[in-house]
């Protein structure tokens, strides 16, 4: 009889403490708005913290990265912008060299600008993006990782932009198509016209190769935006998830902290009946 009822009082106890635990973890969480204090208070809940806590880190090295990409398609786009002036403006100083009665000294002003305009394109071409690389590489583009499956270059080739031109005589540079259109505006009476002529449809070749090199880099421009919104999406996402495992539900606490409480109690309660009325039981 004092075996059994020292066994039962044992577990009861060992009843009452696990209660007055599980209150004082309420009172933790309520305190700290934290639900978990520790990896083993709910083990799938920590681990799955962990992962949307390892994401987080990654997407910040991802907008970074989408940063520096729209940074440098940016910077592409306004060059190209700028190309796309110098080509028009070339052809206006080609249009206006056409005619025969053009005197010597703006046929030479018109060739001093197209000389210009060669030197800026030569420029151009080895200019430099924010980070300091070439904003037009000799070689293919760098593909910049913006998730873990998908990278995305900024900007095209060098090639792309000022080589390429589909002509009449074949693919041609900018450049070569200006330094032609230089000597057809020098040449002689008798060949300017055509000359002049070959120049121009060149320079609408150089219009709508640069059009179309505008197009592309537009989109190159959109997918960027299109992975910082991703990026912003799941980042709302994954925190409102980081939130909902970490953080505690007030409503829920208080009820469980006040039901554990009145258990808890009543336990005590009966516990102390229980035990001193066995007592007297031995005795007497």
């Known amino acids: 009889m004092i075996s059994s009822t020292r066994y039962n009082a044992a577990a009861e106890i060992n009843r009452q403490t696990e209660l007055s635990k599980q209150i004082a973890q309420l009172q933790a969480s309520v305190s700290t708005g934290k639900r978990l204090s520790a990896p083993s208070d709910d083990p799938g809940a920590a681990q799955r ?36 002036a110098m080509i028009d403006r070339a052809k206006e100083l080609v249009l206006s060299g056409r005619n025969d009665t053009t005197s010597p000294t703006d046929r030479t002003a018109i060739t001093q600008e197209l000389q210009s305009i060669i030197a800026k394109l030569d420029s151009a071409s080895t200019a430099n993006d924010p980070t300091g690389a070439p904003l037009y590489p ?18 095209a080739q060098r090639d792309q932009v000022f080589g390429n031109v589909a002509t009449a005589g074949g693919p041609q540079t900018l450049q070569q198509i200006l330094g032609a259109a230089i000597t057809a505006i020098n ?15 060149s320079l609408d070749s150089s219009i709508s190769h640069i059009t179309q090199v505008r197009a592309d880099q537009g989109v ?27 953080s505690t539900d007030l409503t829920y606490a208080l009820s469980e902290f006040q039901s554990k409480q009145t258990a808890l109690q009543a336990a005590q309660t009966l516990f102390a009946k229980t035990n001193k009325s066995t007592l007297f039981d031995l005795v007497g």
């Not at 997407?59 to 796309?84: F, K, R």
């Not at 000799?138 to 900007?155: C, E, H, R, Y």
């Open 187 to 201: 040449g002689s009476n008798a060949t300017r016209a055509s000359a002049i002529q070959s120049s121009l449809d």
């Open 138 to 155: 000799t070689g293919s583009p760098l593909a910049i990782p913006v998730s873990d499956t998908l990278s995305l270059p900024a900007t």
């Open 49 to 84: 913290i962990s992962e949307i806590r390892q994401t987080q880190a990654d997407q910040v090295v991802w907008n970074i990265n989408v940063n520096m990409g729209t940074s440098i398609s940016s910077a592409v786009d306004t060059s190209l912008t700028n190309i796309s």
């Open 220 to 246: 190159r421009a959109q997918r960027f935006d299109a992975a910082a919104e991703d990026l912003s999406n799941t980042g709302t996402d994954l925190s409102a998830e980081r939130n909902g495992l970490e």
